[in-house]
C-alpha cells in the first residue's frame, strides 16, 4: 500500500459573532471564544488521522463579526492548511461562502 506523503489537513474554527456594537457584540465575546477553545480541545483530544496522530485544530484570532475579520480568519486558514471549518456561535450569523469548504 502506497504512503501519503500529504501534509495532514488541519481543522479550523471559525468563532463567529453578531457584529452589532454597543454592547452586543461585546456582550459575546468571550463566550464565543471559550466555545471555539471547547471545541478545539475536544476535538484535538478524540479525533485522529489515518495515521494515528491526533487532528490539530487552528481557532480565528478574534472573532468573526464583519468582513475584515472573515477574510483574515481566511488567510490564517490558509496558512495553516485548513481543510474543514467548524463555526461556532452563540448568536445567528452568516455562513462561510467559500462553496469548496467542507463545513459543519
Sequence with gaps: ?????????????????????????????????KM???VAALLSSEIR???GEFVECVIADSCIGGV???AACADKFRQHNVGLTI????????????PLKLRK
Excluded at 500500500?1 to 456594537?21: C, E, F, K, S, Y
Excluded at 463555526?87 to 467559500?98: A, K, L, Q, R, S
Design 49 to 51: 488521522h489515518s495515521n
Design 68 to 70: 475584515a475579520e472573515a
Design 87 to 98: 463555526t461556532v456561535t452563540p448568536c445567528w450569523c452568516y455562513g462561510c461562502c467559500e
Design 1 to 33: 500500500m502506497a504512503h501519503l506523503n500529504a501534509q495532514a489537513v488541519t481543522i479550523g474554527i471559525r468563532p463567529t459573532i453578531d457584529g452589532r456594537r454597543l454592547g452586543v457584540r461585546e456582550s459575546l465575546e468571550a463566550q464565543t471564544m
Design 36 to 38: 471555539a477553545q471547547a
